[in-house]
């Protein structure tokens, strides 16, 4: 590993033109070098490189980036090799990460438990295929559940015998200290004696991986039929193993996941492994486990698209509803599908080849409203009190939704399910929606500066059309914060005594917290999630990032956007923007850029107010009474705003 001070150090030394240059001949052209495109045949030179900046980009086939992504794409090299390659040009040294005395020991300790658990799974399976024991009790229960011999090696199944301290004596003998057997969680201390024993004892045991294939761990399933026992009992929480943390079967799953951009979960170990054998290879399971975060978080690295596959009884439904509010919340999309009675994905892949199975899931996943308020609907019916609280409860998980055009959708299925009018439920969700948003406000300290333009409230609705407008004024904001976040701009603005004054303020500061006071949200996630980054930044008062931050970003989406907002063809025309849809600053002095940031605000809070004026618009003809009144009233109250901003921009609103 390389320490961070020595990547700084790497960083700084390195020219991206120097770097480039090793490879491409490039000639200077103004403060900018151009060449041949290595990664695209060409005649003409339209690959740029920019020294100032520390990028290149190329406008023929779009390839951009830093010098360290150049070597990645021209050399192939990974992240640590591109390092390696520019700390030997520069002549660097890199000091391979020194660990403290107290470090080492916790890396040797985490060696053995890695040891300990590796040497575990070894016998185990070496006991389940070569002893007497063994092969009787856990074997043949395993071939009653039809595994074949290839799936139980490739799992790495094993069984440890009921003798009690079978397992405990040979990892002794093979020089494994009490201490560190129980801390791996193989064994138990006897109390009365000091002596050891084995936890998994007449247990199947399913060795649980991390993603790189390693044991951590253990879920080992008890083959009594006495209710004394419980049915798995799992490793305990170790140097090594989290349970939170880690997916059973994601080792064997990632690559299929990928490829159908598509993760199914299920509760239980033996329902993957018999779902991988029978050719469904894009499933892991929580191990019984409630769903956790991080464990949503490594999903999402794969895919976006989970289908929860769970049994039908009670206790499989509740853990559906919270797995998929959980799951909501990250920006993910949920179908849930539940199992026939009395079977289980493990059951139900048995009996059923590939293809009846992946026809069976096709056919009924269901999006998870119609799901939630299909089952939720029959325990109310004809009790309008149930159906009010389970109108709310509905309503509570779809506003966990952060992609606005998503949530509206979820609204629009729900109003005809329920049979409840679109704008009751939509207002229901706006009030959710703004106590949420007026508690996250409130956690927050109110920045410094309070800007002083319009207020804009309320979560918009956006048509197709709309869209490609609105992610250009949304980029033109992103790409003021990417080219000029730590410039000064002098700016009108709100003082401690809520008086207009001139103030000098970081640009980021500026533009970030004049957009979070109006409680705008992107709708774009992409620009979202770089302008979370600054805000964050500016809020917990810490320095802005730098642009190198973001055109070095391990996101290449964020790597990518940074290095084509800042890096411009050597003449702009019209056209390049347009077929772009770029629009590029360039301000020659500070009042042009303090101008085009106020305007850039103004119009991007322009074009807001114009998508909630259309949106309550068309809501006011479907409303009735008091609700149309009240709607009267909004649509008032935003075309005075917008008069407001249209006048700040000297523009004329006609309609
Ligand atoms: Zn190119």
């Known amino acids: ?27 200077k052209r103004g403060v900018n070098y151009i060449g041949l495109c290595p990664f695209h045949n060409e005649k003409t030179p339209s690959f740029n490189v920019n020294p100032a900046k520390g990028i290149f980009k190329c406008f023929g086939c779009g390839e951009g980036g830093d010098a360290v992504s150049f070597l990645m794409k021209h050399e192939h090299y990974t992240y640590p090799e591109a390092l390696r390659w520019l700390a030997n040009k520069y002549g660097i040294e890199i000091e391979e990460q020194v660990l403290s005395a107290e470090e080492v020991a916790q890396q040797s300790e985490r060696d053995r438990v890695y040891q300990i658990n590796e040497f575990a799974q070894k016998y185990f399976q070496e006991v389940l295929f070569s002893d007497m024991e063994g092969k009787s009790i856990g ?15 490739r799992w790495g ?15 002794l003998a093979k020089g494994f ?8 969680g193989v064994s138990l201390i006897n109390a009365n004696d000091g002596s050891i024993y084995d936890r998994f004892r007449g247990r199947v045991c399913f060795p649980i991986y991390n993603i790189g294939g390693r044991t951590l761990g253990f879920s080992a399933r008890t083959l009594r039929t006495d209710k004394v026992k419980a049915k798995y009992v799992n490793s305990p929480e170790s140097l090594i193993y989290s ?46 486990t409630a769903l956790t975060e991080d464990q949503i978080r490594l999903i999402k690295r794969y895919t976006k698209n989970v289908t929860l596959l769970y049994d039908g009884d009670k206790a499989g439904i509740k853990a ?69 609280d389970l109108t709310r409860d ?68 956006v048509n197709e059309v709309e869209k490609d407008i609105s992610s250009i004024k949304e980029q033109s904001i992103i790409s003021i914060l990417f080219n000029y976040a730590d410039r000064i701009t002098t700016q009108e603005v709100y003082n401690s005594e809520g008086k207009i004054e001139k103030k ?74 347009e077929k772009n849809e770029i629009k590029v600053p360039r301000p020659e002095n500070k009042d042009t850029m303090d101008k085009y940031i106020k305007d850039s605000l103004l119009d991007f809070k322009l074009h807001k107010i114009n998508e909630y004026i259309e949106d309550v618009k068309k809501r006011i003809p479907l409303a009735e009474g008091d609700y149309q009144l009240e709607l009267l009233n909004v649509l008032t109250s935003y075309l005075g705003i917008r008069n407001n901003i249209a006048k700040l921009l000297g523009r004329v609103m006609i309609k």
């Not at 590993?1 to 490039?26: P, Q, Y």
């Not at 069984?159 to 990892?171: E, P, Q």
């Not at 059973?248 to 239980?268: M, P, R, S, T």
């Open 177 to 184: 200290t009490k201490e560190e057997l129980v801390s791996a």
């Open 394 to 461: 509905i309503i509570e998980t779809i506003s966990l939704i952060p992609d606005l055009l998503e949530r509206n959708a979820y609204l629009q299925q729900c109003s005809k399910l329920l049979d409840v009018k679109e704008e009751i439920l939509s207002a229901e969700l706006a009030k959710i929606i703004r106590g949420k948003a007026v508690k996250e406000t409130l956690k927050k300290e109110v920045a410094e500066a309070a800007p002083v333009n319009p207020v804009v409230n309320n979560a918009p609705q």
């Open 139 to 153: 074997l043949s229960y395993l071939r009653e559940r039809e595994l074949s011999e290839e799936t139980i090696k």
């Open 157 to 171: 199944i094993g069984y440890c015998k009921d003798t009690g301290d079978d397992f405990s004596r040979k990892a």
């Open 1 to 27: 590993m390389i320490k961070r001070e020595d990547i700084d150090k790497i960083l700084n030394a390195t020219r991206v033109e120097d770097v480039v240059g090793s490879f491409v001949e490039l000639r």
């Open 243 to 288: 349970k939170g943390k880690v997916l059973f079967g994601l080792h064997l799953a990632k690559n299929e996941i990928v490829k159908q951009d598509e993760c199914y979960l299920v509760e239980g170990n033996m329902d993957v492994v018999m779902m991988s054998q029978n050719g469904v290879t894009n499933v892991v399971a929580t191990s019984g």
């Open 504 to 577: 000098d303020l970081l640009v980021a500061n500026y533009v970030v917290c004049d957009i979070f006071n109006d409680n705008i949200a992107f709708n774009n996630e992409l620009f979202n999630s770089i302008f979370m980054i600054y805000k964050d930044c500016i809020y917990n008062n810490e320095s802005i990032p730098e642009l190198r931050y973001f055109t070095s970003h391990q996101n290449p989406e964020i790597s990518k956007l940074a290095t084509d907002l800042v890096m411009t063809p050597y003449v702009i025309s019209p056209n390049w923007e």
């Open 320 to 388: 559906t509803f919270k797995a998929v509010n959980l799951l909501l919340e990250q920006g993910l999309h949920v179908k849930t599908l539940l199992f026939p009675d009395n079977e289980d994905p493990d059951s139900f892949a048995r009996n059923r080849t590939q293809d009846e199975f992946q026809d069976f899931i096709k056919n009924n996943a269901e999006n998870f409203i119609l799901y939630k308020t299909n089952l939720l609907l029959a325990d109310a019916q004809n009790d309008p009190i149930k159906k009010a």
